[in-house]
């Protein structure tokens, strides 16, 4: 049962669908304006995990980052390329197979987190490791890979449904899992990339003299010499929530808060919104894949220990922390330049020119989860706290303290 003094890993206010929204609709006309906003932010996002890991942001539950998951410090000198640590990444996969014999199971979307992970195992495994290697896809998977699915996958590697399989099955047969799901993490968010392929239909609702600035400046999201500041207009409109009006304003100076109490360098919009997933919402993306997507009764060891989070890695951190605003994130307003360091780590290998120019990003574990027949029960989960407890929000003392937390974060 959770208390005030809790400790929490991962909480979440789902706004996804009717009934959720329901029991958040009539909660928050009893709540302050803190605990309003931060229903709202739910409402904007469509749930809210915030778990921050650096600077200011306040939350009504007590959370804890889960170990190994902190944010190392900021190292401006690291010079580490992506390429290197994907192949140490690599040596780390060879050193499992060879001191556990386990097989692993990568969960592959077709995306391009997972590509670089899939492709990194099949040039630097050899034949006999790459026998070790399971990858759990989807029709979804094939759909947005086509070509590395023929040329690499199809008639060359074990391959199990992904929409019928789970971590679990690896873990109870004493193997491993690994996830790409955090690779949005190093390179940014979707939240951004949303805006920016929809940056000047957007200026219409502007006053002409902010229309005009924003135009002079749309190319320049990854420019250090232009503040995100720049675009702070655009960015409260983008923010928008309409039953709040003040929301948009008040999820900005949050934001902005957050990035002026941290000791990272957070400058150009690009960096606005890679600092949001790298910080802010790091946790939800570390875990929200082994608690949504596992039913194993053992939690604590799928997270520690058998979902290996191929970029939650240290040196993957650091990289992403000294490499904002030189390209290798992204290229203007492009959406075929995102993520443009592991696009070319991809293309080392397969050529494929389609891929590397075209790419856009497509959302593919919702599409599996809701395949799932218990789907509400996963959308029901609530939090997980620091022993590794999951907490669902049909149970009557969880609600209770949630409404207590809320009620009491004026």
């Known amino acids: ?47 809210n995990r915030i778990i921050n890991r650096h600077g200011t942001w306040a939350s009504p539950w007590k959370t804890k980052i889960a170990p190994g998951f902190e944010m190392p410090s ?15 990444k690599t040596l780390d996969i060879k050193k499992i197979i060879h001191t556990t014999d386990s097989r692993i199971g990568v969960f592959y979307s077709g995306g391009i987190d997972s590509t670089v992970c899939l492709a990194a195992l099949i040039q630097f495994l050899n034949p006999e490791e790459l026998q070790k290697i399971d990858v759990c896809l989807s029709a979804e998977s094939i759909i947005e890979n086509p070509y590395f699915y023929e040329k690499f996958i199809l008639n060359k590697m074990n391959v199990f449904d992904s929409a019928k399989i789970r971590y679990d099955y690896f873990q109870q047969n004493g193997h491993y899992a690994i996830t790409s799901d955090q690779g949005d993490s190093i390179f940014g968010t979707e939240l ?47 923010f928008q929530l309409p039953q709040s009006p003040e929301f948009g304003e008040k999820f ?12 990272v360098p957070v400058l150009s919009l690009h960096d606005f919104f890679w600092w949001y ?30 979902v290996i989070n191929w970029f939650n890695d240290p040196n993957y951190q650091l990289w992403s922390m000294a490499n904002n605003n030189n390209g290798t994130k992204i290229k203007g307003l492009s959406p075929a330049s995102y993520k443009f360091a592991a696009r ?3 293309y080392e290998l397969d050529k494929n020119d389609w891929y590397f120019k075209y790419k856009s990003k497509l959302s593919s574990l919702i599409n599996i989860t809701q395949r799932n027949k218990d789907v509400f029960a996963q959308r029901t989960i609530f939090a997980l706290d620091s022993f590794y407890n999951i907490h669902y929000q049909k149970s009557n003392d969880t609600i209770r303290f949630i409404e207590n937390q809320l009620e009491a974060f004026k």
């Open 277 to 306: 997933i790298f910080n802010i919402k790091y946790l939800e993306c570390a875990l929200r894949s082994t608690i949504y997507y596992t039913t194993a009764p053992d939690i604590e060891k799928s997270i520690r220990h058998t």
């Open 1 to 47: 049962m959770l208390t005030s003094d809790s400790e929490i890993f991962f909480a979440a206010v789902n706004c996804m669908n009717d009934r959720l929204n329901m029991y958040w609709d009539n909660l928050y006309p009893r709540l302050g304006p803190n605990a309003q906003f931060w229903i709202d932010i739910g409402r904007y996002l469509g749930k």
């Open 192 to 238: 951004g990339t949303k805006l920016y392929y929809s940056y000047f239909s957007r200026l219409k609702n502007l006053s002409v003299a902010s229309r005009s600035h924003l135009i002079s400046i749309s190319e320049k999201i990854s420019d250090p010499d232009t503040p995100y500041e720049n675009y702070k207009d655009l960015l409260i409109n983008y």
């Open 74 to 88: 900021y190292n401006p000198n690291f010079k580490m390329t992506f390429e290197e640590i994907t192949y140490q």
């Open 344 to 346: 070319q780590f991809i």
């Open 252 to 263: 900005y100076n949050s934001l902005d808060e957050n990035i002026k109490s941290s000791l």
